[in-house]
């Protein structure tokens, strides 16, 4: 399969979401979205590469790589956290408006603002209206994913051993360039701790 990258230079992302330079600085040349992630990630900044990257992928793949960055990192989920990943894969597989919405009232009726659940909004996000009135339809902002999938990392990091951020940082960006490039998700652990299923 061949890239799942929508764009063909980094400069590309912020010119369609201009909010993004608002958190992640803008490059200076015309380098390739992929490598770019890796330069922010050497960069004085590093957790930028995770904002930049969300909004690199289109918004099933974002999800996808949220979803599986989560369930690597953050193996303390509840039975809610359990249950809005499923909908967020079934979303993921089938991207009908009926599993939009299931993950979307799932991760809302969710008590905790767990990694999960942010996955699980970045899904519902994807799509449908802002407004809770049917009569009254408000486009869903086209970022509201990305942000939401690094919403999603930041907190899965944050329940990571201090001395082992840094690794799970590059755990899961190199697993997203590679899937971005074409190949399947790898699986996204940390040393002592049980993968994840890809």
Not at 82 to 109: I, K
Not at 115 to 140: D, F, K, Q, T
Not at 161 to 182: H, N, V, Y
């Amino acid at each position: 399969m061949g890239s799942r990258i929508r764009f063909t230079k980094a400069k590309q992302v912020f010119e369609t979401y201009p909010e993004l330079s608002e958190t992640v600085k803008k490059p200076s040349s015309d380098i390739a979205p992929q490598d770019y992630a890796l330069e922010l990630q050497g960069g004085d900044a590093p957790l930028t590469a995770l904002a930049y990257f969300a909004h690199v992928l289109p918004k099933r793949e974002s999800v996808w790589w949220g979803m599986k960055c989560v369930s690597g990192l953050d193996a303390s989920g509840t039975a809610d956290d359990r249950q809005v990943l499923v909908l967020s894969e079934t979303w993921v597989r089938e991207g009908d408006e009926e599993a939009r919405a299931a993950v979307h009232a799932a991760a809302e009726a969710a008590s905790t603002e767990s990694a999960a659940v942010w996955i699980g909004l970045a899904a519902g996000w994807s799509g449908g209206s802002l407004s809770p009135n049917p009569e009254h339809r408000v486009e869903m902002p086209d970022d509201l994913t990305a942000k939401a999938v690094n919403t999603a990392l930041l907190i899965a990091l944050g329940t990571v051993e201090p001395a082992q951020r840094d690794e799970a940082l590059k755990s899961c960006l190199s697993a997203g360039l590679s899937f971005a490039e074409g190949g399947s998700m790898p699986m996204i652990s940390l040393k002592g701790q049980a993968p994840a299923n890809s």
